[in-house]
């Protein structure tokens, strides 16, 4: 395991005599420790993050755990960047999609390419993952897993009681709304943030516009799509959503809408897999206690959401090998499965038996593969894989006002989104 040599900028004059002598790669590596910044806090998050944690310390190291609660992780973001501002980054963050680039630029960040050489990453990687974790050519990230956003999760034991049918398209999930507001529940547990409000809006969009339509309006921030009739008709169709939410949904955490459907309270969750986490962390069944399906018409579309660690440049060498040997354990096929298993999402390395994992993750590692022969693979706007930071925040923004505001008519939404993605 810890058999890679020192790096020669060792610090240690003992390190480096003995590194001369040709003695450190056989002689155990010295224990490091690693400062992870996530915001992995909920229940399913947490015993991922367990399975971050439990991987490094079996490789020698000490982990230091830097969690900054928050879903979606805008405000781990605000944190680290202070962090970095005063000199003081973590050894390792997770930071993903194209802020990783920015990162990068800023030249705080940690090479990687020598491991990902060594451990063959082109290979083991899907290409448009790989492509997303270099900066000029070169690895300077290393990815957890895939989630799958354009989910529906729904307690079918509240849909049996209502009468009501699992949606596939968008007529269906109104007819299917209605009767469970009927049947007093619930019909949509929503989070009321504004990643949460996003995440909503990009299914919608998939479902209703279609993967062509996402990628104008969603991803190349086309002006002429944005304020189209297709955009108007999905953002009537998103506003339409609101009624069957309930009056708490303000500020809620998303894993306490998702507690919501488990409980029975809520028919059915907006969400990307990593509530799949929360329904397993709270003893439930997939297909049985809960089910989870394409968001309404978005079948055979797959919008990706893909975690991943950046390493920030470190003087001790000890404290560099220890964040090596997290950066190589990550894409083991062992902590593929354990971590992924726990997350709700798929493993992003290749070739990974999926056997232990359940149906909801079975269907996601098909869907994958197909949306990325067919086309219809697409990068999460809500979770910052699609856009620039700065055009995704005003987008966010907008369509939060939107959702919440009694006022601002769909027109309003469209004029304001045009000049939301010309934010830089
Ligand atoms: C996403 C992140 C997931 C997740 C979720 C809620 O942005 O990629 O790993 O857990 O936020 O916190």
Known sequence: MNSRRKPLSSPHPLGAALLLAGLVATAPARAGEVEVL???????????????????????????????????????????????????????????????????????????????????????????????????????????????????????????????????????????????????????????????????????????????????????????????????????????????TDKNSPGRDWNLATAMVIKGQAGMQFMGDWAKGEFIAAGGQPGKTFVCLPAPGSAASFSYNIDSFAMFKLKNAANSQAQKDLASAILSPEFQQLFNLAKGSIPVRLGVAMDKFDDCAKTSATDFNAAAKAGTLLPSIAHGMAVPTPAEGAIKDVISQFWNSDKMTVKDAQAKLVAAARTR
Do not use: C
Not at 169 to 175: A, M, P, R, S
């Open 38 to 244: 996530h915001w992995w806090t909920s229940g399913g998050e947490a015993r991922a993050a367990q399975a971050l944690k439990a991987t490094l310390q079996a490789k020698g190291h000490t982990w230091k755990d830097f969690a900054v609660a928050g879903g979606g992780g805008d405000s781990a973001m605000t944190v680290l960047k202070s962090r970095v501002v005063s000199g003081n980054a973590p050894a390792a963050a997770q930071i993903k999609g194209p802020s990783l680039q920015d990162w990068a630029a800023e030249g705080v960040l940690a090479p990687m390419e020598e491991l990902a050489r060594a451990e063959h990453w082109d290979d083991i990687l899907p290409k448009a993952v790989a492509a997303q974790m270099k900066y000029q050519g070169k690895y300077i990230a290393v990815p957890v897993n895939v989630h799958r956003v354009n989910w529906l999760w729904a307690n079918p034991e509240v849909f049996k009681r209502a009468g009501a049918k699992l949606p596939t398209n968008w007529d269906e999930f109104f007819v299917a709304a209605d009767a469970l507001q009927k049947a007093g529940v619930i019909p949509v547990a929503h989070g009321g943030q504004n990643w949460q409000d996003l995440t909503l809006f990009e299914s919608v969009a998939l479902g209703l516009g279609g993967a062509d339509f996402y990628a104008k309006a969603l991803v190349k921030l086309d002006p002429d799509t944005l304020k189209g009739p297709l955009m108007e008709k999905v953002l009537t169709t998103f506003k339409r959503i609101k009624p069957y």
